[in-house]
């Protein structure tokens, strides 16, 4: 059974940085692609980033274009998503989510893992 475990989540001031990781164990996702999602109270799940097996593809929500960067080390069964520049709007539970598909998908319900999330909260 595969397990998705997110770290690196807390509390920073806006224009700080914070970097989550994730770490796939029990079992492969193969060749799979791997994503993050952030959902804020009273909101709907939202698409974040998403990178594939090789780490060759990656595709970001418009909302983190150009502050947040998702990387991916196969070998290790992990993933990160660096995030700079934060604003008191990323605030979220953040979660990692894998998918059996090698393409790059941002719908929710392309993903067939998922991990329990991580608490960002920026503060104004």
């Known amino acids: 059974q595969v397990h998705l475990e997110e770290s690196g989540g807390g509390l920073v001031q806006a224009g700080g940085s914070l970097r989550l990781s994730c770490t796939v164990s029990?079992?492969?996702?193969?060749?799979?692609?791997m994503g993050w999602f952030r959902q804020a109270p009273g909101k709907e799940r939202e698409f974040v980033a998403a990178?594939?097996?090789?780490?060759?593809?990656?595709r970001y929500g418009d909302s983190v274009k150009g502050r947040f960067t998702i990387s991916r080390d196969g070998a290790k069964n992990t993933m990160s998503l660096q995030m700079n520049s934060l604003k008191p709007e990323d605030t979220a539970v953040y979660y990692c989510?894998?998918?059996?598909?090698?393409?790059?998908?941002?719908?929710?319900?392309?993903?067939?893992?998922w991990g329990q999330g991580t608490q960002v909260t920026v503060s104004s």
């Open positions: 990178i594939t097996w090789t780490g060759g593809s990656t």
């Open positions: 989510a894998a998918t059996s598909r090698y393409y790059i998908a941002i719908a929710v319900n392309n993903y067939d893992y």
């Open positions: 029990g079992g492969t996702i193969g060749s799979g692609a």
